[in-house]
């Protein structure tokens, strides 16, 4: 390696020993060779060949299951993406087997829903619009890769659109690639999650709904106000125990019945309220489920 960085043929791994660069260095950047990424399941998910001194190549990009998405090929650093229905998905410059560059992006049904820079492939500076991995739609503009549902951006300013957000129109404003002020209608796999009000990223009033990620239990289905749980709800556990039915205020169970469950057997374990804040156990039970304790005769 000289000051500049590495010059000559290498190889390099990742963390879980598998090869994703092979080829020749040039002042520390791969400049020709073989490149690939995988997925945490170790699926190979991007492949991409190139040669920037002749400034060609082509990627390939798959599913997490292992299935082709669309291929590109470059010549002279400007490139087509096609599906594999043969439909035109991205055209523009591309450099070490990447999207770098000016570019634009289309959907199947040749629709543009990007144009402007990517670096790397990422969506760095431009206009376009983009379906999210919890089913939400985003249209504005991206600078420096952040997401802003903004036609324009200033320093001083707060940055508002009105945008299609779930077939449903919004004013809200979106920084740091996530919903920052506004009253919106958010959903997760489909599912209804929030509605209500956002203030500086926190979910700030209205209602909430929170579901187990493995078993789609939901786990919460109450209120907010000022960015914690407040008002009348209910709440199950994984095993759809229901677990406390009643009051929250400001982020503690205020007023109400719980009970508790042995995560081995799913056997009750104890019960009672919550009176103004304070848990009150009336009884609690064994591994068996026999009474251990009760407090109308055990308090006196």
């Not at 299951?65 to 599906?83: A, H, M, Q, R, W």
């Not at 629709?111 to 820079?117: A, K």
């Not at 508790?260 to 064994?286: A, P, R, V």
Request: hydrophobic share 25%; charged share 35%.
């Amino acid at each position: 390696m000289d000051e500049r960085g590495w010059n000559g043929k290498g190889k390099e791994y990742d963390s879980n020993s598998r090869l994703i660069f092979e080829g020749e260095y040039k002042e520390g950047l791969r400049y020709i060779g073989i490149k690939k990424k995988y997925s945490y399941e170790d699926i190979l998910i991007y492949k991409a060949e190139f040669n920037e001194s002749t400034k060609e190549g082509k990627m390939e990009k798959y599913t997490d299951s292992g299935e082709l998405c669309y291929k590109i090929t470059y010549k002279n650093g400007y490139g087509k993406g096609f599906d594999t229905n043969g439909n035109l998905i991205f055209e523009g410059e591309c450099q070490f087997g990447e999207k770098n560059g000016k570019g634009k992006e289309y959907n199947s049904n040749g629709e543009l829903i990007f144009e402007g820079e990517y670096r790397n492939s990422i969506r760095w500076n431009g206009k376009g619009k983009e379906l999210d991995y919890e089913g939400r739609i985003f249209e504005g503009i991206y600078e420096d890769g952040h997401k802003w549902n903004s036609q324009c951006l200033t320093l001083n300013e707060s940055m508002k659109k009105e945008i299609l957000y779930n077939d449903s129109k919004f004013t809200i404003e979106y920084k740091e690639g996530k919903i920052w002020n506004g009253n919106v209608n958010e959903y997760c796999k489909g599912k209804l999650i929030f509605e209500g009000e956002y203030k500086k990223g926190i979910k700030w009033k209205g209602k909430l709904k929170e579901y187990d990620s493995i078993y789609g239990v939901i786990l919460f289905d109450g209120e907010i106000e000022l960015g914690e749980k407040h008002g009348i709800a209910i709440e199950h556990d994984y095993m759809k125990n229901l677990i406390f039915e009643g009051e929250y205020k400001y982020g503690q169970r205020w007023n109400g019945p719980y009970k508790e469950y042995n995560e081995y057997n799913n056997n009750l374990s104890s019960e009672g309220k919550y009176i103004e804040g304070k848990k009150c156990i009336d009884h609690k039970y064994d591994w068996c489920g026999m009474t251990t304790y009760n407090a109308l005769f055990d308090s006196q």
